[in-house]
């Protein structure tokens, strides 16, 4: 489809020749040059949470999706107490200066859990221990512990053991681990002595490290998953055995004392608090409780008392609610707009209305528990380690396999026993299906969400939808245009349930269709200039219209057809997306610029000046990064927050008409865009490396989609001839065996609009 034009009209502009410098026959597995200038590439960055308040009315920035959170169970606190008795054995303990011999063995074996008594006490034989030892025979090597180290050893406790000794032990020295944030334990030696005593073994010390990793952190992350998976014995036997513990006493307090509600005792413990790298004054080193660096103290206190005032409201105390708010909340100073919030929320007459207008589901519910998550990420994770941890590292490592593996078709998890990478035999780099219903040229196709469907439209009057189990057409939507309007229709856009589309055709109409029955449901009012895009809202109740009409470039309709806003925006709009997450709305002009709104508010957060025309737009699943194809041959991905150049992909040739790139993929690991050449590119998104150059059409290829629901699945169209859908090889045979002689047939809709 040819540009706009700049003024005021749009004629349909005669397409220009280009010159093709690549064989579109020739193909391998990097077949384009990357940019010199490693300046033109950046890595994108990772979106962090900004979350400051539980209750969610304000924040300094949006949300951004965050894993979710497991079932609550209980947490692990070792050794919370300042005092612990030793574990429980199975054998009789001993008096001092007897000795009580075993059921079944001569040997002398020491209670491991009893107190070491030192060499005084251990050191000295009476005759009949003499005698007794000298009938004994010694035992086979084999029988002994092979070394100190395959021995279990007692956590906290500084008793020494043996094995095969005639003697208690000699003396030892106790070699305490590395301590870190006071929560490691003396470890107590196990010996493997020689008959006579003269000869002994001492092992040397754990290493502070785990391959390379802090041996503590390790440990700590260890025991916090294993409490979270339920495993609470082996949680605390880990604890037991290391000497480390989850959290410090004070710690624990402060956590309890979030969860119970008990707000004086969490702000007591919050006040003790010191912070990370800050130097002590005074020889204060605090009461345990760690604030990580660059915490607001009084914004902790601002949740906490915001917490206990919406409890008050919620047990109908509405005097102590207010003297909270008077007297706690509004001395911190925190955020005005909030606490203006808090004081409507005195209004509420029942309870589910304060639920509503506060977003918060009450002191039974969630809210405490969100209240600590928030709170925790102000503490040091050196006392108080993040939630689900280890579940995220491991969501890290995957997503980073994922992210380097060039081929990616697995639209499951990888799994953690091995490397994670994907054959080459599974890319849909095979011609498997031609679809040759359509007439005329193709200048979009796109997949149904579920991607159960197909349409496509173009230069003619129909646009086309078919099943993509046997690819047959299951209707055609056939639109009347009148004499003096241009055919054609521009843009296609499925409703969220896939119910719908809508129609944006350049005779200056959009049409609302049902999918199901092909029926047209609304023909919406007129505009002066061609309907370019569509977008629809992520609640499938509305939609957005670009236009190319000046005076009615951006347009709001609910589902029902009818007209809700005009945004008010002088340029016109040659190209539209909106961002799943609903925050986003970006619009691009016939030359050079893009407008970046906020959807809700409909207000210019920034623009950004191209250089040259942009020719469609599209944004990520995650709503962060923006790909933009542009008519000087390359495609542009932009970190829609930070507005930085993520990549940018070359290779693809552009001329005078429109050509689409799109995500695509098995988690979206892929760009794909169509070429004047007719070559269909692939790149890799988050490595920007070039994939594929597919040969697919005699003529320019207008645009590629990616079916959302089966990353072996692309469809390609162009200016002549049928559209292309590809796949791999083994699922070729598997297509085109459920197709019926590859039948042409399709069922026309009755309706004309």
């Keep these: 489809m040819p540009f706009a034009s700049s003024s005021g009209t749009s004629p349909r502009l005669a397409r220009g020749s280009v010159d093709v410098d690549q064989s579109s026959n020739s193909r391998s597995l990097h077949p384009i040059a990357a940019p010199d200038d490693p300046s033109t590439s950046q890595s994108p960055q990772n979106p962090t949470s ?4 539980a209750l969610d009315l304000s924040s300094p920035s949006d949300h951004l999706d965050r894993i979710p959170e497991p079932a609550p169970v209980s947490t692990v606190n070792i050794e919370s107490s300042t005092s612990r008795s030793a574990p429980p054995t199975g054998q009789a303990s001993q008096v001092l200066g007897r000795r009580r011999r075993s059921s079944g063995s001569s040997a002398l074996q020491e209670d491991p859990d009893s107190t070491f008594l030192g060499h005084e006490a251990v050191g000295t034989d009476t005759p009949a221990l003499a005698s007794r030892r000298s009938k004994r025979r010694r035992r086979d090597s084999s029988a002994m512990a092979s070394d100190a180290s395959s021995a279990p050893v007692a956590n906290g406790s500084t008793a020494v053991r043996s094995n095969g000794a005639s003697e208690l032990a000699s003396q030892r020295t106790v070699l305490p681990g590395g301590v870190t944030n006071g929560t490691h334990k003396a470890t107590a030696l196990a010996t493997n002595g020689s008959s006579n005593g003269d000869k002994t073994f001492v092992p040397t010390p754990r290493p502070t490290t785990y391959f390379g990793h802090n041996r503590e952190e390790v440990t700590r992350i260890l025991i916090q998953a294993l409490s979270d998976m ?16 989850l959290e410090s006493p004070t710690v624990a307090s402060f956590r309890s004392a979030v969860l119970d509600g008990s707000w004086a005792e969490a702000e007591d413990l919050l006040t003790g608090a010191t912070v990370s790298g800050v130097g002590y004054e005074d020889g204060d080193e605090g009461n345990g409780l760690v604030l990580a660096p660059g915490s607001n103290r009084d914004i902790m206190r601002f949740w906490l008392r915001q917490q206990k005032f919406l409890e008050l409201l919620e047990r109908k105390d509405t005097t102590r609610a207010l003297h909270v708010l008077r007297t706690e909340l509004t001395p911190l100073h925190h955020d005005t707009n909030k606490l203006h919030l808090l004081s409507s929320l005195l209004m509420c007459l029942s309870t589910n209305d304060l639920m509503a207008k506060a977003n918060w589901d009450g002191a039974r519910g969630q809210s405490r528990k969100t209240l600590l998550s928030e709170l925790s990420r102000c503490i040091s994770p050196s006392v108080m380690l993040p939630e689900n941890r280890l579940a995220i590292l491991l969501q890290q490592v995957k997503q980073s396999q994922i992210d380097t593996c060039l081929y990616h078709t697995a639209a499951s998890s990888p799994s953690l ?14 011609k498997v299906v031609e679809l040759e219903e359509v007439t005329g040229e193709t200048w979009e196709v796109q997949f149904s969400h579920d991607g159960s469907k197909l349409a496509a439209c173009g230069s003619g009057d129909a646009v086309r939808i078919w099943e993509t189990r046997s690819f047959s057409v299951v209707n055609t939507l056939t639109i009347q245009v009148q004499k003096d309007h241009e055919s054609g229709v521009a843009s296609i856009a499925w409703s969220p349930d896939d119910s719908m589309i809508v129609t944006c055709s350049r005779d200056n109409f959009a049409r609302l269709w049902d999918t199901k029955t092909g029926s047209l449901l609304k023909k919406l009012r007129r505009f002066d200039e061609p309907v370019s895009a569509c977008v629809w809202a992520g609640d499938g109740e509305s939609f957005i219209l670009g236009t190319l009409d000046n005076k009615r470039s951006i347009c709001t309709f609910n589902s029902e057809g009818e007209e809700l806003v005009q945004w008010n925006k002088k340029h016109r709009v040659q190209a539209l997306c909106a961002s799943p997450n609903g925050r986003w709305l970006v619009a691009a002009d016939n030359k050079t610029t893009i407008y970046v709104y906020n959807a809700t508010t409909r207000e210019l957060e920034y623009e950004l000046d191209l250089k040259t025309q942009p020719t469609s737009l599209t944004i990520s699943q995650d709503s962060r990064q923006l790909l933009i194809n542009k008519a000087d041959s390359e495609a542009q991905l932009i970190d829609l927050v930070t507005r ?3 990549h940018k992909f070359l290779g693809h040739k552009m001329g005078k008409c429109i050509i689409r790139s799109a995500f695509g993929g098995a988690n979206e690991s892929f760009v794909v865009s169509g070429s004047e050449d007719g070559n269909m590119f692939i790149w890799h998104k988050n490595i920007g490396a070039a994939v ?4 697919g059409h005699s003529k320019r290829c207008n645009g590629a989609a990616w079916n959302p629901a089966d990353p072996c699945m ?30 042409k047939v399709w069922r026309r809709s009755s309706d004309v609009a």
């Design 714 to 743: 692309l469809a390609s169209c162009s200016d002549a001839g049928p559209i292309k859908i590809w796949s791999n090889r083994a699922r070729g045979v598997d297509l085109r065996s459920q197709i019926p002689s590859l039948s």
């Design 230 to 245: 339920g495993y609470q014995a082996a949680a605390e036997s880990v604890s037991h055995d290391s000497g480390y513990k």
């Design 692 to 695: 594929e150059r597919l040969p």
């Design 644 to 646: 930085g150049t993520i």
């Design 417 to 430: 026993y091995s490397d994670h990478l994907c054959d080459i035999r599974n890319f849909p780099t095979e």
């Design 50 to 53: 900004t979350v400051l308040s």
